[in-house]
T-cell receptor
Framework: DQQVKQNSPSLSVQEGRISILNCDYTNSMFDYFLWYKKYPAEGPTFLIS?????DKNEDGRFTVFLNKSAKHLSLHIVPSQPGDSAVYFC???????????FGAGTTVTVRA | NAGVTQTPKFQVLKTGQSMTLQCAQDMNHNSMYWYRQDPGMGLRLIYYSASEGTTDKGEVPNGYNVSRLNKREFSLRLESAAPSQTSVYFC?????????????FGDGTRLSIL
C-alpha cells in the first residue's frame, strides 16, 4: 500500500502564475520530506526538502509547506516558467533511514 | 562531471534471458541504490548498498541480484527475466545512506521483456 500519495496526476498552469503540487502521506513516523523533478528520458533530480521540525522551507521560486497534523505537504512554484514543465515526485522518509517512499508523481505543464 | 552513468539506456529481452544493468558514479559517494519505476507508481527500491562491501534488500528484491563491485560501481542482475520486470530502472547514489543527503540519479535503463 502506497504510503505517499500524489492525487493529482497532472497540472496545467499559465506561465507566470503559481503552481501548487500536493502530497499526502499515511505514516506519521515520517519526519523528512523531499521533492524531486524529472524531465523525460532523464533521472529525477533533487529539488527541495523539509524536516518535520519546520513547516516551511524556501529556495528561490520553490517553497515547500508541511502540515504535520494533516499529514500533507505542498510545493509552490512562483512564478511558473516553461522550464518547470516536468514530473514532480514527492518522497518521505525517516531522517535516520535510507528508504524513501515515493509518490506516483504529478506532471506539470506550463503554458506560454 | 558525469555523475551517475547507467548502461545500457535501452534493452529488449526475451522471457528467461539474463541481463546485467551497469551503474557507475564518479562523485565518491558511499551509498548506491537501484530503483524501478512503473506507470502510475512512484520509484520503488530494489536493492541498496550502504557502503562498499555491503548490500541489502529493498522493497521489491525478488527476481534480482546485485553486486557492489567497488566504491564506484553497483550492478543489477536479472537471472531469468519475466514480463513483470518490464520497467524503467534507475540507479542512484548519495554520500551516505541517510535520507537527508539527497540521492543523485542516473538517466535510467528502459527494459522491455517479451
Amino acid at each position: 500500500d502506497q504510503q505517499v500519495k500524489q492525487n493529482s496526476p497532472s497540472l496545467s498552469v499559465q506561465e507566470g502564475r503559481i503552481s501548487i503540487l500536493n502530497c499526502d502521506y499515511t505514516n506519521s513516523m515520517f519526519d523528512y520530506f523531499l521533492w524531486y523533478k524529472k524531465y523525460p528520458a532523464e533521472g529525477p533530480t533533487f529539488l527541495i526538502s523539509i524536516s518535520s521540525i519546520k513547516d516551511k522551507n524556501e529556495d528561490g521560486r520553490f517553497t515547500v509547506f508541511l502540515n504535520k497534523s494533516a499529514k500533507h505537504l505542498s510545493l509552490h512554484i512562483v512564478p511558473s516558467q516553461p522550464g518547470d514543465s516536468a514530473v514532480y515526485f514527492c518522497a518521505a522518509s525517516l531522517s535516520n533511514d535510507y528508504k524513501l517512499s515515493f509518490g506516483a508523481g504529478t506532471t506539470v505543464t506550463v503554458r506560454a | 562531471n558525469a555523475g551517475v552513468t547507467q548502461t545500457p539506456k535501452f534493452q529488449v529481452l526475451k522471457t528467461g534471458q539474463s541481463m546485467t544493468l551497469q551503474c557507475a558514479q564518479d562523485m565518491n559517494h558511499n551509498s548506491m541504490y537501484w530503483y524501478r519505476q512503473d506507470p502510475g507508481m512512484g520509484l520503488r527500491l530494489i536493492y541498496y548498498s550502504a557502503s562498499e562491501g555491503t548490500t541489502d534488500k529493498g522493497e521489491v528484491p525478488n527476481g534480482y541480484n546485485v553486486s557492489r563491485l567497488n566504491k564506484r560501481e553497483f550492478s543489477l542482475r536479472l537471472e531469468s527475466a519475466a514480463p513483470s520486470q518490464t520497467s524503467v530502472y534507475f540507479c542512484a547514489s548519495s554520500e551516505w545512506q541517510y535520507s537527508n543527503q539527497p540521492q543523485h540519479f542516473g538517466d535510467g535503463t528502459r527494459l522491455s521483456i517479451l
